[in-house]
């Protein structure tokens, strides 16, 4: 654990990779825990040691929310825009592309794959809190930034006292910017990418990996991060420009490595991924070859 004044950070096992996240304890007369993604034992000594008293998610994907079931009478928050999506699995369904490839079986075959305790992470969210609006929790002042792009409703916290924002998936990995849910948007990530460097801190914690930057390292970091958005624009441009279909070009890996992609879920997110570059740089191409041909 590191500490800044009232702020603990945890860790998520394996450096806080996927499935798991960074959480931070705000350690005031008011215990509170943002995301839940850290490791399970840590958390349940602190829980035991401290009390957690009020979890806050900053979105709803569940490597952040990954805990949450392990503290089943403790309040849960969630940002208002993705509160409606938890309440059903078809919701989180839409919002993860898997209606929009696979259509209502492709739901179907996902709600079975699903383990009991990814949704009651989301079932057991009871209540929201409001963007940009100063909360204080014994002393502790935090402003849940709205920084929409990895999701439509993601929040960033913000501990303008402190100087100190919580950037969850602005993450600085090398895999790049992840929009690829169908609620996901590149331009509003840059964008948010932008606001984050704009604020007046000097300590970026991310979600995932290596964690703790200061203001210049990170600005440095988000230069090379968002330029991945643009590489997969110019191959993607490339691979169109040979005549390749979209079933093709989303078997080559632009996204996650080719050997992943018999996963369904990365399958899923890498045609989503796709179709949100070919829209941004307005193209279209035909969705297999036997499209092609009726074309002609």
Known sequence: MERIGPIIILEGP????VPYSRSLFIDSGEKVLIDSGAEAKTLLNLNQEKGI?????????PDHTTHNHLFPDTEKWINPIEFDIT?????????????????????????????????????GITGTY?????????????????????????????????????????DMTSFGPWYNGTDGDIDAFVAS???????????????????IFSKQEFQKSMERYLAIIDRRDEMIERYVRQGLTFEELSNIGIFYPKKNLNNAIYR??????????????????PETTLDLVKSK
């Open 193 to 211: 990418g932008k606001r984050l460097l704009s604020l007046d801190a000097d300590t970026y914690i991310t979600g995932h990996q290596k964690g």
């Open 130 to 170: 409001e963007y940009e609006t100063e909360y204080v929790f014994e002393g502790v002042k935090v402003s849940f930034l709205h920084t929409p792009g990895h999701t439509s409703g993601l929040a960033c916290p913000y501990f303008p006292e402190w100087g100190v924002v919580f950037c969850s998936d602005y």
């Open 14 to 17: 394996n450096h806080s990779k």
């Open 268 to 285: 899923t997110w890498e045609r989503i991924g796709i179709r949100k570059h070919l829209l941004r740089l307005g193209l279209t191409l």
């Open 87 to 123: 309440r059903t699995v078809e919701g989180v369904a839409r919002v993860n592309g898997i209606y929009q490839e696979w259509g209502t079986l492709g739901i179907e075959r996902w709600k079975k794959s699903l383990p009991q305790e990814m949704i009651q992470n989301l079932t």
């Open 53 to 61: 008293g009020l979890i806050i998610n900053t979105h709803y994907h």
